[in-house]
């Protein structure tokens, strides 16, 4: 950094941002060649990759900067920031190479540093790798318009399961409403059958109590019948009996005192 030249506020920030990466991946690398086991030196490796990718998150945003502010700078002063990028870029790939021969001395499986993303089919060989200051306005075009189309898609697939879900409550709603209404309906017929059987058995009580006065009754006759006809037995057998009343209405008829009527004659005896 020459002492002529002078950067924004949010230039100095990041290239301070990018220089603090760069001394934290020479000191991990540093660390490296201590480390003896080879899963902490996968480990390493792996942290390492990470703060490259934010090195190389941060140089974009550093040339983004400078094309937004170029029409305000000297040519001068966009021709020593190009510079500074570039030596950014060259500082980053120096790391890269180093770890790729890391990676090739562990044998471990390669890592992309600079993949397509999670879950790419094709990942982009680090040699291949281009920052986005080097690509031409086409090639920027076709990035852009890729990565709207899979947003796009990712945005109908989304629409599409919130579709189908909201069609599924409704579906559940519609199902949870008829079972409420059914139970409503048991519950009532519940009610209606058990104010029957309660009418029922009333009814049935009831019944049973007449029933029972009215054998009472049937008894009581009965046995005034059979006394009756005992009485009338008695009497018949053994009409002169006084100890037996007679039953008004059955009494037998009194005997009758038959007078004879004597005629007197002249000359008989009367």
Do not use: W
């Not at 990712?154 to 139970?183: H, N, Y």
């Not at 109590?209 to 006809?229: E, H, N, S, Y």
Request: contains cysteine; proline residues 4%.
């Amino acid at each position: 950094m020459t002492s002529e030249l002078e950067m924004s506020p949010q230039l100095e920030q990041i290239e301070g941002e990018i220089r603090d990466h760069f001394r934290a991946l020479a000191n991990g690398f540093q660390k490296l060649d201590k480390i003896k086991d080879p899963n902490r030196q996968s480990k390493q490796l792996e942290d390492l990759t990470g703060k490259m990718r934010e090195c190389k998150r941060l140089i974009k945003e550093f040339d983004r900067e400078i094309k937004e502010g170029e029409n305000g700078y000297p040519p001068e002063v966009n021709k020593q920031l190009n510079e500074k990028k570039q030596s950014l870029i060259k500082e980053l790939n120096s790391y890269v190479a180093l770890r790729k021969t890391y990676t090739s001395s562990l044998g471990n499986k390669r890592v992309e540093l600079f993949d397509g993303g999670a879950g790419s089919s094709d990942p982009i060989p680090e040699d291949n790798v281009q920052m986005a200051s080097n690509m031409t306005n086409q090639e920027l075009i076709d990035a852009g318009t890729k990565t709207m189309d899979e947003t796009d898609q990712a945005i109908e697939r989304s629409k599409k399961v919130v579709e189908e879900t909201i069609e599924v409550g409704t579906q559940t709603a519609v199902t949870l409403k008829g079972q409420t209404e059914q139970m409503g309906r048991i519950v009532n017929e519940l009610d209606t059958i058990q104010f029957s059987i309660k009418k029922a058995s009333k009814l049935v009580k009831e019944i049973g109590r007449q029933v029972a006065t009215d054998k009472c009754i049937m008894l009581f006759l009965l046995l005034i019948v059979c006394g009756v006809i005992a009485i009338i037995v008695v009497k018949i057998v053994n009409p002169n009996n006084k100890d037996i009343r007679d039953i008004p209405g059955l009494a037998p008829p009194a005997p009758t005192s038959r007078k004879l009527l004597s005629v007197k004659l002249p000359g008989h005896f009367q």
